[in-house]
C-alpha cells in the first residue's frame, strides 16, 4: 500500500461509528486491566461482538493484546516455572485450534450467546474465591491448559481457569505472573496461526486494531498509574461490576432496547 492508501484506510477506521464505540470499549477494558491486572477480555469480547462480527473483536483483541505483552515476555521465560507452564501451554496450544473452528463455523447471534454466558460464568468463579488447593501436576497442568485453550479459541477469555489454578499456590507472585504471562504469549502464538488459518484477520479486523490499541494502551497506563491510592478490593470490585454489566449488555436479548 502506498503512504495515501494507508493514510486513507486509517483515517477511515476513525470515521466508522462502530469501530469509534469499539475503541470506547478498549479504553474501559484497559483501564480496568491497568487497575486490577484482569478483565479486559471479559469486558471487551461481550460488547465488541455485539459491535462487530464475534471473530473480528476475537483477532482485534488478540493483537492489541499481545503486543503490549510482548516486552514482558523475555523476564517471564526467566522466572516462570517451567514444570507446569510447558504442559499447560502445549495443551492450550493445542486445543486452541478446536476452538477457533468453533468461532469460524458458529452462528453470530450464537456466538454472543456463548461469549456473554462464558464471561459470566467465569466470573461466578473468580467471585467465589475458589481455587485449586493441589500441587500442579502434569495432568492437572494439562486439563486447566486444555480448557483455558478452548476458551481462548472460542472467545479470547481464557484468563480465570489459569489464574484460579496457579494463584493458590505456594509459588512466589514473580513467578505467578510469569507463568500467566508465558502462557498467555505461547497459548497467543497458537491462536494467531488458528486465527489465520480461518481467514479472521480481515480489514475489519484491521481497521478495529487502528481504532482500538491507541485507547488500549493509554486505558492501561492510566489505569496503572492514576489509581493508585485506592485499595486493590475496592479496585476489584469495580472491575467486576464493570465485567458484569459488559456479559449483560452484550446479551442479544437487549440488543432492542440498547442497539
Known sequence: MSPAEITGFVLSAFAEPRFMLAAAVAFVAGLVRGFAGFGAAMIFMPVASSIVAPQTAAAGFLVMDTVLTLPLVAGAARHCEWHTVLPAAIAGMLVVPLGAWVLAHGDPLTLRWIISIVVLALLGLLL???????????????????????????????????????????????????????????????????????????????????????????????????FGRTSDTFYRRIAFAMIAIAAITGMPVLDGLLR
Open 128 to 226: 467465589s474465591g475458589w481455587r485449586y488447593t493441589g500441587k500442579p501436576t502434569v495432568p492437572a497442568s494439562l486439563a486447566v491448559g486444555g480448557c483455558a485453550g478452548f476458551l481462548s479459541g472460542t472467545t479470547q477469555v481464557s484468563g480465570p481457569p489459569v489464574v484460579a489454578f496457579w494463584v493458590s499456590g505456594s509459588s512466589s507472585a514473580q513467578a505467578i505472573r510469569a507463568n500467566l504471562i508465558m502462557f498467555f504469549f505461547l497459548d497467543g502464538l497458537a491462536a494467531f496461526a488458528a486465527f489465520a488459518s480461518h481467514g479472521f484477520f480481515t480489514a475489519d479486523t484491521m481497521k478495529l486494531i487502528v481504532a482500538g490499541a491507541p485507547t488500549f494502551a493509554l486505558a492501561i497506563f492510566l489505569g496503572a498509574h492514576g
